[in-house]
């Protein structure tokens, strides 16, 4: 069964400090890796996707995560952080077998930026 | 935007009574998905649907059941609401691409 682990509960980060969140995954085979963000009272984003090839992904609102096979590990980074990335984020692994087609989540981790 | 919303967005109700949330999508996607959004769990899949009445279990699909007859709607149904499913539903849908798209969700409150 797939599962997905993301160690820090909470972060908190100064304006303009790097972020990296962590996502450790669980795959019987090579997985669909997903990073999605919840603003509060919001639904979830989708940031970036990992299917195959670059290990190195981009996304959307300067965000990027490397895949590490030998680590089963898809961190979530940005450079510099705005006060606007406060959220929670969530990792997410999928399988695509026959007709299922299901994503199991981690608990996610609720980012504070202070200014 | 993916075209989901989800009605009702807020919904007050007392254990036992049965609950219907309905989701609607515009753009003919085949995959359709329930879940459910709780603190220090994340979001855990309840029902899915690959199709018109072809549907299949998450892993939370006890006192949960769900019908797709059209392409654009998917119900979820609690037949007897419990207060522990007092909780963030939202449901979502897949593209060609497999990634999934989620709706504003409805907040479930049973008393």
């Known amino acids: 069964a797939q599962s997905v682990t993301q160690p820090d509960i909470h972060i908190t980060v100064s304006e303009g400090a790097s972020l990296e969140l962590r996502c450790n995954y669980s795959?019987?085979?090579?997985?669909?890796l997903f990073w999605y963000v919840q603003s509060p009272g919001q639904g979830l984003q989708l940031l970036l996707k990992?299917?195959?090839?670059?290990?190195l992904v981009q996304g959307i609102k300067g965000f990027e995560a490397e895949f590490k096979r030998s680590q089963s590990s898809f961190n979530l980074r940005k450079p510099s952080v705005h006060w606007s990335d406060a959220a929670e984020y969530f990792c997410?692994?999928?399988?695509?077998?026959?007709?299922?087609?299901?994503?199991?989540f981690g608990t996610g981790t609720r980012l504070q930026v202070t200014l | 935007d993916a075209g989901i919303t989800q009605s009702p967005r807020h919904k007050v109700t007392e254990t036992g009574t049965p609950v219907t949330l309905r989701c609607h999508q515009t753009?003919?996607?085949?995959?359709m998905y329930w879940y459910r959004q709780d603190p220090g769990h994340g979001l855990r899949l309840i029902h899915y649907?690959?199709?018109?009445?072809?549907?299949d279990k998450g892993e939370v699909s006890d006192g949960y059941s769900v019908s797709r007859s059209k392409t654009e709607d998917f119900l979820l149904t609690l037949e007897s609401a419990t207060s522990s499913q007092t909780s963030v539903y939202f449901c979502?849908?897949?593209?060609?691409?497999?990634?999934?798209?989620f709706g504003p969700g409805t907040r479930l409150t049973v008393t």
């Open positions: 795959y019987g085979a090579t997985p669909y």
């Open positions: 753009e003919n996607h085949r995959y």
């Open positions: 997410a692994v999928g399988a695509n077998t026959g007709t299922a087609s299901k994503l199991t």
């Open positions: 649907s690959y199709g018109v009445k072809d549907t």
């Open positions: 990992y299917f195959s090839g670059d290990t």
């Open positions: 979502a849908i897949r593209d060609r691409a497999y990634e999934q798209y």
